[in-house]
């Protein structure tokens, strides 16, 4: 019987199935920020514990400075933001969990922290307290976010009930072309399927393209699965993906190593497995891309013009395509590369690992920025490699900040923000009215693009800078 590598995830991981369909599965690994303190609360009142302890990982993420880091918690001005940070070491020391602290040489963003240190691995169920949880499918992992509630229910007794999404294929064929990268190959799939498009659906991605990628591309590629409407978004593994695991902390040792490696090669849809949906798209023909709007479909190559809502044939995202420009201050029309920028950001969990920077880096090096540009590195490691291959001392040269890493601009709830009424051509994976600060304006955009944004100061096609 031929299966989707979706469905061979749920069998191997289902203890019991109820009448309505929902299934009851095992949780490999459990990932926890500062924002679920409710379902560690709950646990202390019940008087119960952690049932697998070692396999809940608690970062802190959301509420660290990314500047000052040196005072630890008393660096943190806003007592709420503190509290959160000191919340979480709390329940961590009280249950036993691992805990990467805001002055752990491992902290970072979750979604960063946890693939680099080896703990998605194919064939796992991962969950955690965050949409974006869904970075980690592309270790061939089914890994989604989950609310308070369900965290306390993992915490208690490491399973979840879980009603099996639809599954969903993207093959993406063909070579991206020079200055495209996953993050723009992710917002052409948006705005083709539209935000609801994955809705109720794990979206498995295939394809040459897919192939071609780096882990770290996969990653972003999955990660912006969510702004689909998705519940998850995976990669069946292949060679790059053992080879990223070996060695790594939480990777199979080399005793348990080949066992390991046979499991992981099953992990893949069968060649006849069939899909509740089916997409297609040709790499060579997406461009670097940008958002014009306030949701993530509502976006177009950099080359070309702001769309007119009289052009959209469906009224509700006509009407909605109306409102995004009037937030955005813009006309129909204009040019994409016309448009001002007023800052910039590199970071977040879908833009801030080491390809990302080296990415920013090529286009930063020799040139200065026109406009302020933080560049904040996903995790420490991210940092320390950086520094190690002198990516820091390029961006320092051009005038862009180096930071400490942490969700930063992305939520803004550490406090970085971009003030009302400015643009800011972020790397981060939401464009929302007041993602990034109360009347803020975001245009999601690859690090290199987003580099190109701060030596020009306007949105920019990178393959003007770097050819292509």
Same mark, same amino acid.
């Given at each position: 019987m031929t299966a989707t590598l979706l469905a061979k995830i749920v069998d191997l991981h289902t203890i019991a199935t109820r009448e309505d369909g929902e299934r009851l599965l095992y949780i490999d690994t459990n990932v926890v920020h500062e924002g679920p303190f409710y379902a560690f609360d709950g646990l202390k009142r019940e008087g119960r514990?952690?049932?697998?302890?070692?396999?809940?990982?608690?970062?802190?993420? =959301?509420?660290?400075?990314?500047?000052?880091?040196?005072?630890?918690?008393?660096?943190?001005?806003?007592a709420e933001a503190r509290a959160m940070v000191e919340r979480l070491a709390e329940n961590a020391r009280r249950t036993g969990i691992v805990h990467f602290g805001m002055d752990h040489p491992q902290q970072g963003i979750m979604h960063v922290v946890a693939p680099e240190l080896g703990m998605a691995q194919p064939g796992m169920v991962i969950v955690g307290s965050d949409s974006h949880t869904c970075t980690?499918? #592309?270790?061939g992992a089914f890994a989604f976010g989950i609310?308070?509630?369900?965290?306390? =229910?993992?915490?208690?007794t490491q399973t979840l009930w879980v009603r099996t999404?639809? #599954?969903?294929?993207?093959?993406?064929?063909?070579?991206?072309?020079?200055?495209?990268?996953?993050?723009?190959?992710?917002?052409?799939?948006?705005?083709?399927?539209?935000?609801?498009?994955?809705?109720?659906?794990?979206?498995?991605?295939?394809?040459s393209a897919v192939d071609a990628m780096a882990m770290e591309g996969r990653m972003t590629l999955c990660n912006l699965t969510i702004e689909a409407g998705a519940r998850a978004g995976m990669i069946a593994p292949d060679d790059k993906t053992f080879e990223y695991l070996r060695g790594k902390p939480y990777a199979p040792d080399a005793a348990s190593w080949d066992r390991a490696l046979?499991?992981?090669?099953t992990m893949k849809s069968d060649e006849a497995a069939v899909f509740d949906a089916e997409v297609r798209l040709n790499g060579a023909d997406?461009?670097?891309?940008?958002?014009?709007?306030?949701?993530?479909?509502?976006?177009?190559?950099?080359?070309?013009?702001?769309p007119d809502p009289r052009d959209i044939d469906d009224?509700?995202?006509?009407?909605?395509?109306? =409102?995004?420009?009037?937030?955005?201050?813009?006309?129909?029309g204009t040019p994409l590369r016309d448009i001002a920028i007023h800052r910039v950001f590199i970071g977040s969990c879908t833009n801030a690992r080491l390809d990302d920077?080296?990415?920013?880096?090529?286009?930063?090096?020799?040139?200065?920025?026109?406009?302020?540009?933080?560049?904040?590195?996903?995790?420490?490691?991210?940092?320390?490699?950086?520094?190690?291959?002198?990516?820091?001392?390029?961006?320092?040269?051009?005038?862009?900040?180096?930071?400490?890493?942490?969700?930063?601009?992305?939520t803004g709830a550490n406090g970085d923000l971009v003030p009302s009424g400015e643009r800011c051509a972020s790397t981060s994976n939401r464009n929302m009215e007041g993602r990034q600060g109360k009347g803020s304006r975001t245009h999601l955009v690859s690090p290199a693009t987003a580099a190109a944004a701060a030596v020009t100061g306007r949105l920019a096609d990178v393959r003007d800078l770097v050819g292509g």
């Open positions: 514990s952690v049932a697998r302890p070692m396999q809940t990982v608690g970062v802190a993420d =959301h509420y660290v400075p990314t500047l000052n880091r040196e005072r630890g918690s008393a660096g943190i001005a806003d980690n499918g #592309a270790f609310g308070a509630s369900q965290v306390k =229910h993992v915490l208690a999404p639809r #599954a969903m294929r993207i093959t993406i064929d063909g070579e991206l072309g020079k200055g495209v990268s996953a993050k723009d190959l992710a917002l052409a799939i948006i705005a083709k399927i539209g935000m609801a498009g994955g809705a109720g659906s794990a979206i498995e991605y295939a394809g046979a499991f992981w090669q997406v461009p670097p891309m940008a958002t014009w709007g306030t949701s993530q479909d509502e976006a177009c190559a950099i080359a070309g013009r702001v009224a509700p995202r006509r009407a909605r395509a109306e =409102h995004a420009l009037r937030y955005m201050d813009l006309a129909p920077l080296r990415a920013a880096a090529e286009v930063a090096r020799g040139r200065k920025a026109r406009i302020p540009a933080i560049v904040v590195p996903g995790s420490m490691s991210v940092k320390r490699d950086a520094e190690a291959e002198g990516l820091h001392e390029v961006f320092l040269a051009a005038g862009f900040e180096w930071r400490d890493p942490g969700c930063s601009m992305c």
